[in-house]
């Protein structure tokens, strides 16, 4: 593979990335306002999400991961849902119920979210 492929092949993988992260951060504002969640709330939730996949992603669907940021940061500003609420409420909207489970990944990535708990704003 020469220097110039490299490079294409390169920046079409950053054109995918920042097109994928458009994609969920559109599926996130989308899934807050069903569960009526503030915009800064589904702000965070996407820095939290992006730190998460730009450091190792969970072993998680996007769509999951990003339901299971959107609880953390919910229930980190007041919103205290429970998991059976967030499951229900996204059936109900978009037809696939995704259960938030971040209990089960987030041990492993308490360097990120602590910045997350517990600040005034958040990162």
């Given at each position: 593979m020469t220097t110039a492929d490299h490079t294409q092949r390169s920046e079409r993988t950053q054109d995918t990335y920042?097109?994928?992260?458009?994609?969920?951060?559109?599926?996130?504002?989308?899934?807050?306002?069903?569960?009526?969640?503030?915009?800064?709330?589904?702000?965070?939730?996407c820095n939290l999400y992006q730190d998460l996949m730009?450091?190792?992603?969970?072993?998680r669907s996007p769509h999951g991961l990003m339901v299971d940021c959107l609880y953390i940061i919910a229930n980190e500003h007041g919103a205290h849902c429970t998991?059976?609420?967030?499951?229900?409420?996204?059936?109900?909207?978009?037809?696939?119920?995704?259960?938030?489970?971040?209990?089960?990944?987030?041990?492993?990535y308490?360097?990120?979210?602590?910045?997350?708990?517990?600040?005034?704003?958040g990162l």
């Open positions: 920042r097109d994928f992260l458009m994609r969920t951060r559109k599926a996130a504002h989308d899934m807050g306002k069903a569960l009526g969640l503030s915009s800064d709330i589904v702000d965070k939730a730009d450091y190792h992603p969970p072993s998991t059976r609420q967030f499951q229900t409420e996204l059936r109900d909207r978009f037809g696939v119920g995704t259960e938030p489970r971040p209990f089960a990944w987030a041990d492993r308490g360097d990120i979210l602590a910045c997350y708990r517990g600040k005034e704003g």
